[in-house]
């Protein structure tokens, strides 16, 4: 059948029932018609690789919580956000919602970072991917595992109400231009199967020491609010007037008067900058248990906040909260540019230096013909349990311009 007609029998019903709306973005496919077959094996060593990870970033995360601001600092996190961050509703799980990225390599599976903040390709993973199986009549890897959405929701609501936050309004909110983003939003809300309701981020207000929104001329507070907008780009953010409202929200949330979610602890662990100091520790055969040290030396990367790969390795350097790909450049051991993502918007950031490693290569028929790429496993964390996979496929370096490819369990 021809591939045209096949992605429009899967992708149109989505489209119509408004639930997955951006299966073409940036006037090009992203949502591809074609599957990728996995053997059980895959979903199983990514779900245990996440949940052993998930802890040492856990422990990690509540030991920075304990030290003094240079620490955070030094993690690339801004003087503004340290108070937040220390706000930990959940001993031993640093998000709700996080996503680990890996690679297949020949030492095997590589984790290359942690998007524990607000990660990305849930209603890809835990929604379409399923309606992509069903058509195909193939076994989906993430098969009812929507529900623990619902409990991971559930779990955190009632932990912040028995630490006495009020949880009468409770908003979700996104970007409302961003297909993508909204769309990601609606779902999560349909699934927390909260009493709550879905604002733009444009119609939040601050008013008297509270985050609200505006219904019939009246500023109602919100308690808790789930948000699809990242912390480090929040904390820069100003009015037209030059006040500080992102800086003012998280004064809200550091005090106590606003309950967020994911927690803004999950940015300690969005860091980069974090890795750097595990593998340091690592190497040091300090904090780390002897279980947790094998751990990171089978699934974690060597990486540095000075390059050590210099004249010895080809390697990575990464803006510690760089997102779909930006800024990130790719080297050959004598410095040499093999690959390189020109957006200049997080310049300013600290960078880390990570040992290169090559992506798994495919081949996949997609709209504009047989396609070749690299790619990238995403694997889902859900109050620190393993949960939905989910696969990308692009160039050397995963931008927004990388394709989603169903994955299939043979």
Same mark, same amino acid.
């Given at each position: 059948m021809?591939?045209?007609?096949?992605?429009?029998e899967?992708?149109k019903?989505?489209?119509?029932?408004?639930?997955?709306?951006w299966?073409w973005?940036?006037?090009?496919e992203?949502a591809?018609?074609?599957i990728y077959?996995?053997s059980p094996?895959?979903?199983?060593e990514?779900g245990?690789a996440?949940?052993?990870?998930?802890?040492?970033?856990?422990?990690m995360v509540?030991?920075?919580q304990?030290?003094?601001?240079?620490?955070?600092?030094?993690?690339g996190i801004?003087?503004?956000?340290?108070?937040?961050?220390?706000?930990?509703p959940?001993?031993g799980i640093?998000?709700?919602?996080?996503?680990?990225?890996?690679a297949?390599t020949?030492?095997?599976?590589?984790?290359?970072?942690?998007?524990?903040?607000?990660?990305?390709?849930i209603?890809e993973?835990?929604y379409v991917?399923g309606k992509?199986?069903?058509?195909?009549?193939?076994?989906?890897?993430?098969f009812?595992?929507?529900?623990?959405?619902t409990?991971?929701?559930e779990?955190?609501?009632?932990?912040?109400i028995?630490l006495?936050?009020?949880?009468d309004?409770i908003?979700?909110?996104?970007?409302?231009w961003?297909?993508?983003d909204?769309g990601?939003?609606r779902?999560?809300l349909?699934?927390s199967?909260?009493d709550?309701?879905f604002?733009?981020?444009?119609?939040?207000r601050l008013y008297?020491?509270?985050?609200?929104?505006?219904?019939e001329?009246?500023?109602?507070p919100?308690?808790?609010l789930?948000?699809?907008?990242?912390?480090?780009?929040?904390?820069s953010?100003?009015?037209?007037?030059?006040?500080?409202?992102?800086a003012?929200?998280?004064k809200?949330?550091?005090e106590g008067?606003?309950?967020?979610?994911?927690?803004?602890?999950?940015?300690?662990?969005?860091?980069?900058?974090?890795?750097a100091l595990?593998w340091?520790?690592h190497?040091? &055969?300090e904090?780390?248990?002897q279980?947790?040290?094998?751990?990171?030396?089978?699934?974690?990367?060597?990486?540095y906040?000075?390059?050590?790969?210099?004249?010895?390795?080809p390697?990575v350097?990464?803006?510690?909260?760089?997102?779909?790909g930006g800024g990130?450049?790719?080297?050959a051991?004598d &410095?040499?540019?093999?690959a390189r993502?020109l957006?200049?918007?997080?310049?300013?950031?600290?960078?880390i230096?990570q040992?290169m490693?090559?992506?798994?290569?495919?081949?996949?028929?997609t709209?504009?013909?047989?396609?070749e790429?690299?790619l990238?496993?995403?694997?889902?964390?859900?109050?620190?349990?393993a949960?939905a996979?989910n696969?990308?496929l692009?160039?050397?370096?995963?931008?927004?311009?990388s394709?989603?490819?169903p994955?299939?369990?043979?």
């Amino acid at each position: 059948m021809d591939y045209l007609k096949r992605r429009e029998e899967i992708y149109k019903p989505l489209r119509d029932e408004g639930i997955f709306t951006w299966d073409w973005m940036y006037g090009k496919e992203y949502a591809l018609a074609s599957i990728y077959p996995i053997s059980p094996q895959v979903k199983e060593e990514l779900g245990y690789a996440s949940e052993q990870l998930g802890e040492i970033f856990a422990n990690m995360v509540e030991a920075i919580q304990m030290m003094d601001d240079q620490i955070f600092l030094e993690l690339g996190i801004a003087k503004d956000m340290i108070a937040a961050a220390r706000m930990a509703p959940l001993p031993g799980i640093t998000t709700v919602i996080g996503r680990f990225d890996f690679a297949k390599t020949n030492k095997g599976w590589k984790m290359l970072e942690f998007n524990s903040d607000t990660p990305g390709g849930i209603v890809e993973a835990f929604y379409v991917n399923g309606k992509v199986c069903s058509y195909y009549g193939k076994q989906d890897p993430n098969f009812n595992l929507e529900d623990g959405i619902t409990q991971a929701f559930e779990q955190i609501i009632k932990k912040y109400i028995e630490l006495d936050y009020d949880a009468d309004k409770i908003v979700f909110s996104s970007l409302e231009w961003h297909p993508e983003d909204v769309g990601t939003t609606r779902y999560l809300l349909n699934r927390s199967q909260l009493d709550a309701s879905f604002v733009p981020l444009k119609d939040l207000r601050l008013y008297k020491d509270k985050l609200c929104v505006l219904i019939e001329n009246q500023f109602v507070p919100i308690d808790i609010l789930y948000r699809l907008h990242p912390l480090s780009v929040l904390n820069s953010e100003q009015d037209i007037d030059g006040f500080p409202t992102g800086a003012a929200v998280l004064k809200l949330i550091a005090e106590g008067n606003l309950a967020l979610i994911n927690p803004p602890a999950a940015i300690i662990a969005q860091t980069k900058a974090l890795q750097a100091l595990i593998w340091n520790l690592h190497e040091m &055969g300090e904090y780390f248990t002897q279980k947790q040290h094998e751990i990171i030396e089978s699934y974690m990367i060597p990486t540095y906040f000075e390059n050590r790969f210099l004249g010895h390795s080809p390697y990575v350097v990464k803006p510690v909260f760089g997102r779909e790909g930006g800024g990130i450049g790719l080297y050959a051991a004598d &410095g040499s540019v093999l690959a390189r993502d020109l957006c200049d918007s997080f310049s300013d950031q600290v960078v880390i230096y990570q040992q290169m490693i090559e992506l798994e290569n495919v081949k996949t028929e997609t709209f504009d013909g047989m396609y070749e790429g690299y790619l990238l496993w995403g694997s889902f964390l859900l109050n620190g349990k393993a949960s939905a996979i989910n696969a990308r496929l692009g160039g050397r370096i995963t931008d927004d311009a990388s394709y989603f490819l169903p994955i299939c369990v043979e």
